[in-house]
């Protein structure tokens, strides 16, 4: 009896291999790996460790306060902070399916930092699933006005990471519908001054993210003009 309470379960010994693995030695070897063969440019973003994330398909000329009225008119909620305490409430939440309009979303990096705003839409009484945006700052400016870059998707569920076995959302593969929803959501909301789409904006068509999702896109980047 004494030797079995001093003895580890297996379940903890299997818990802390798969953690040391996930959140430490796999992000170390794919940090290298894609610092050398990751082509992320403005078009791709990329994950903490340097994995290709999301793409990159709507950009927004306007000043930051006139993004965060139109996308809050539009129904979108700003996206907490990660902490700890914001990671413990969507875990709970998302088990309980308690309603969370203003969830945590991952850190992903455009620019060489992490995103500057982030929204999501909720669906249904869970943060398992949602639709979410990120916006990056461009350092230059069109018509003496800010552009926001963003990537739109789709989280589909909560699961463990294709690609590293961390815990994660999965985004839906229909990138684009995502990109056209923030557009109508805007527009309907009388935001708009001007929108259209820039073609061949992703040479490629098809990818996957850091969790390994496949997603699909028809190469264009949306561009919005938004009213002063």
Known sequence: MLRMKKSIPLFV???????????ILIPM??????????????RITHTSDGHPGDPVNIA????????????????????????????????VDSVIKKP????????????????DLAFELPIGDSPRQ???VRFWRWDKLKDGRP????????????????A????????????????DLVMTGLKQAGFIQ????????QSEHEGRNGGGDLWRTDGRLGAIILKK
């Not at 870059?149 to 463990?160: K, N, Q």
């Open 60 to 91: 927004i000329e306007g000043e930051e306060a006139e993004l965060v009225r139109a996308m809050n008119k539009a129904g979108w909620y700003p996206a907490d902070p990660i902490t700890f305490d914001s990671s413990v409430r969507i875990a």
């Open 147 to 162: 552009v926001w870059f963003g990537s739109a998707t789709l989280d589909e569920r909560v699961g463990l990471s294709h």
């Open 194 to 201: 001007d929108e259209y789409y820039v073609t061949n904006f």
């Open 164 to 179: 590293n076995a961390q815990v994660t959302h999965h985004i839906g593969p229909d990138v684009d519908a995502e990109r």
């Open 130 to 132: 949602r639709h979410h």
């Open 100 to 115: 969370d309009d203003q969830a945590p979303v991952s850190s992903l990096f455009l620019f060489d930092r992490k995103q």
């Open 13 to 23: 010994v299997i818990l802390l291999v798969w953690a040391l693995a996930a959140y």
């Open 29 to 42: 070897i794919t940090r290298s790996f894609y610092r050398h063969h990751f082509n992320g440019g403005p």
